[in-house]
């Protein structure tokens, strides 16, 4: 069993900053995939990042066009997410998930995470 949880969400205006952190606590994997995804309202649940826990192999979508940089600190157990230059269209709530053995062609999909948190609200004003 894998508990997340996510932080540091909140409102900031276009071209502004934030960073995501999302804590595991639980059940460690070796070799598993954490990853971000967020959702809009009215909008379906997108893939944004990914990153594998043991090399840290970042994987990323292509709407992200290099704004967004995902890590992870293995010691702490917490993967990040920088976002840089956000626009109103990165407004959603942003969740992270983790899966504990994934195909590599399957990680932009939701059906292939099994934990996920609650969400943090990330509010981008223009």
């Known amino acids: 069993q894998v508990q997340l949880v996510e932080s540091g969400g909140g409102l900031v205006q276009a071209g502004g900053s934030l960073k995501l952190s999302c804590a595991a606590s639980g059940r460690t994997f070796s070799n598993y995939y954490m990853a971000w995804f967020r959702q809009a309202p009215g909008k379906e649940r997108e893939f944004v990042a990914a990153i594998s826990w043991s090399a840290g192999n970042p994987y990323y979508a292509d709407f992200v066009k290099g704004r967004f940089t995902i890590s992870r600190d293995n010691a702490k157990n917490t993967v990040y997410l920088q976002m840089n230059s956000l626009k109103p269209e990165d407004t959603a709530v942003y969740y992270c998930?983790?899966?504990?053995?994934?195909?590599?062609?399957?990680?932009?999909?939701?059906?292939?995470?099994?934990?996920w948190g609650q969400g943090t609200q990330v509010t981008v004003s223009s």
């Open positions: 998930a983790s899966s504990r053995s994934i195909a590599r062609t399957t990680i932009p999909y939701v059906d292939g995470y099994d934990y």
